[in-house]
């Protein structure tokens, strides 16, 4: 399926008073409260976030399969539903661009790959299909790296999504599209998913917010690995209690996930006012000096901690043992790749980008051996974080080790003199807290002098997600980072940006380092 242009409508006379431009920067909540009331319609919405994808998409290259017609025919069905008073789910007339790697319905779904360029799948993936149920209406696909492998979005069918922010850096990834989209106005609400820091490296990049739930609290279907704890789906917003919105949509038991928990999604709808006074903050820089982290982004967390101390939180500095987490998330990550991609080695192994080959190869060569290792420091390694969590109420810590770094970069070559072996190493901040099987949130914490956002990762105990949202969501309205969206001028760059479908580096390979 190709991308649907996008056509230009005579707005009805009911519209031609309202603020169209406006409504790409209000928040969800907003929008639906907004379109209940029948202050806009479903219309305006989709037609103004239409508008705001032609107006800069070109530039920041997040939305790379647009659905516009389609989209529109769904919003008169949406406000035909609100002029009948017929029943409105909570994202009713919400436009949502879902991320390249979830399957959608009739609509392309290319994982980032020449090898699924016209893959079009027969049905929605569950998150898709709970979003859809809700009154959500989709207006595409955003920009993924190759099969999601990397926190940095470009791939040879698309090329590369560019930061907002500064079109010469990186948005991140895996979910760069969404988060950029987000940034811009393209969409208010964004999927995700996170197995190495996918929600949570694109958010702090993007001055957005991304959630890496507990693992089962967002249930995934279909799933080659239903059982596993490594990957998980989660939300995507502009402020915190949008992200909330969502997850309360998308979370929830289903009876094809074995791990799927119980509590139903209504119990992140609500307000996520807390009195924070007396709660135990642990905050770690580096994680007990685990890992290297930028200047830059040192600097920019440092009033962090004055911010929680002054909502009444008691912070000092720690970390829970994180010995092995390293091997636990390397080796499992290899088995994953193999067992979901293993068979492109032998068809396809010249076709796809090379570090993803040397990925699903690491997953080959893994022994018995090596899976029980991992299993036993797995399970060691969880109980020292549960008792950790025993002592403190949250452990806070850099999102990413580094600012959006630019945008013909595999990866960074360094982090603060310290060189990267792999395009893992710089990520480190944001996989080690991925299996300890804790929710994480990224949430805006500043920007850089050269103006590029750095993000806070709030990670709370194993399924103590709404306690992470809560802390999130006090920081957020103390601190107001994520107001800050991103200059228009910046989107209309006088340099060369790559199109839409021009290949990233020299002959669609890898850019050399």
């Not at 399926?1 to 008073?17: F, G, I, L, V």
């Not at 928040?27 to 379109?35: K, N, Y």
């Not at 760069?176 to 609400?189: D, S």
């Not at 595999?410 to 792999?422: A, I, K, L, Q, W």
Request: proline residues 9%.
């Amino acid at each position: 399926m190709s991308p649907e242009p996008h056509r230009a409508r005579e707005p009805h006379d009911a519209e031609k008073t309202s603020d169209a431009p406006g409504l790409v920067h209000r928040t969800a909540r907003e929008l639906a409260a907004g379109i209940r009331a029948r202050e806009f319609s479903a219309r305006e919405v989709v037609q103004a976030h239409l508008d705001r994808i032609e107006q800069v998409n070109g530039a920041v290259n997040a939305v790379v399969t647009l659905v516009a017609e389609r989209a529109l025919d769904e919003a008169h069905t949406a406000d035909e539903a609100t002029a009948h008073g017929e029943p409105l789910g909570p994202l009713h007339g919400l436009p949502v661009a879902h991320k390249d790697t979830h399957d959608t319905c009739g609509i392309r779904t290319t994982y980032g790959t020449p090898l699924l360029a016209d893959h079009v799948p027969e049905r929605d993936e569950l998150i898709v299909e709970r979003i859809r149920a809700a009154g959500a209406i989709t207006i595409g696909k955003t920009n993924v790296p190759e099969f999601a492998a990397g926190s940095h979005t470009v791939n040879p069918l698309f090329g590369a999504t560019r930061n907002p922010y500064d079109l010469r850096r990186s948005a991140g990834g895996s979910s760069g599209g969404a988060a950029a989209a987000l940034a811009c106005g393209m969409h208010p609400l964004a999927d995700g998913s996170d197995m190495g820091g996918s929600l949570r490296n694109p958010a702090s990049f993007c001055n957005v917010v991304g959630l890496r739930p507990s693992p089962g609290r967002v249930p995934s279907w279909p799933d080659t690995a239903p059982w596993s704890t490594m990957a998980v789906q989660g939300p995507m917003a502009r402020t915190v209690a949008d992200a909330a919105l969502l997850l309360s949509v998308v979370a929830g038991p289903d009876p094809r996930s074995p791990i799927a928990l119980e509590t139903p999604g209504s119990a992140f709808g609500g307000s996520l006012d807390r009195d924070l006074t007396g709660l135990r903050i642990a905050w770690s820089p580096d994680l007990g000096g685990a890992v290297p982290v930028d200047r830059e982004v040192r600097e920019v967390l440092a009033p962090a901690v004055a911010a929680f101390a002054a909502l009444g939180c008691v912070v000092e500095e720690a970390c829970p043992d994180l010995s092995g987490a390293d091997e636990v998330f390397r080796t499992f990550r290899a088995w994953q790749f193999h067992l979901s991609l293993g068979a492109l080695l032998e068809t396809a192994a010249d076709r796809i980008k090379p570090s993803l080959v040397r990925n699903i190869r690491q997953g080959a060569t893994l022994t018995g051996a090596d899976l029980e290792r991992a299993t036993v420091r797995h399970g060691a390694l969880f109980h020292r974080v549960r008792e950790f969590f025993e002592r403190y109420d949250a452990l806070v810590l850099p999102t990413s080790q580094v600012p959006p770094f630019p945008v013909e970069r595999e990866y960074p070559d360094e982090v603060e003199g310290v060189p990267t072996t792999d395009y893992l190493d710089w990520m480190r901040s944001a996989y080690l807290v991925s299996v300890t099987g804790s929710p994480a949130l990224s949430v805006p914490a500043g920007f850089t002098p050269g103006g590029l956002p750095v993000g806070v990762q709030i990670v709370g105990p194993h399924r103590g997600d709404l306690r992470v949202l809560q802390i999130g969501h006090a920081f957020e309205r103390a601190t107001r980072h994520g107001e800050r969206r991103p200059d228009d001028g910046v989107m209309r760059p006088g340099g060369r940006v790559l199109g839409r479908h021009e290949p990233f580096g020299a002959s669609g390979q890898e850019p050399r380092r």
